[in-house]
């Protein structure tokens, strides 16, 4: 269950761009689209900086 909201603006050339994306690949919810491109590249940049000689355990969004 999502119960956390987060706000997010954009520019008119962001949100033109957004349009045309969803509208050139047939994107019917925009919401999951941009949390699943958003949460990619969080855990993309994870792994990146994973590991590091400091750090003593990888960052692991789904446990608390």
Same mark, same amino acid.
């Not at 958003?38 to 590091?52: A, C, G, M």
């Given at each position: ?19 045309? %994306?969803?509208?050139?690949?047939? !994107? =019917?919810?925009?919401?999951? #689209? ?15 900086? %994973?590991?590091?000689?400091?750090? !003593? =355990?990888?960052?692991?969004? #789904?446990?608390?």
């Amino acid at each position: 269950m999502r119960r956390n909201a987060h706000t997010l603006r954009l520019n008119n050339r962001e949100s033109q761009a957004i349009e045309a %994306y969803c509208k050139k690949y047939k !994107v =019917e919810n925009k919401s999951k #689209f941009m949390r699943e491109a958003i949460i990619s590249e969080v855990l993309k940049r994870f792994d990146r900086d %994973y590991p590091t000689l400091f750090e !003593v =355990e990888k960052p692991n969004l #789904f446990s608390s």
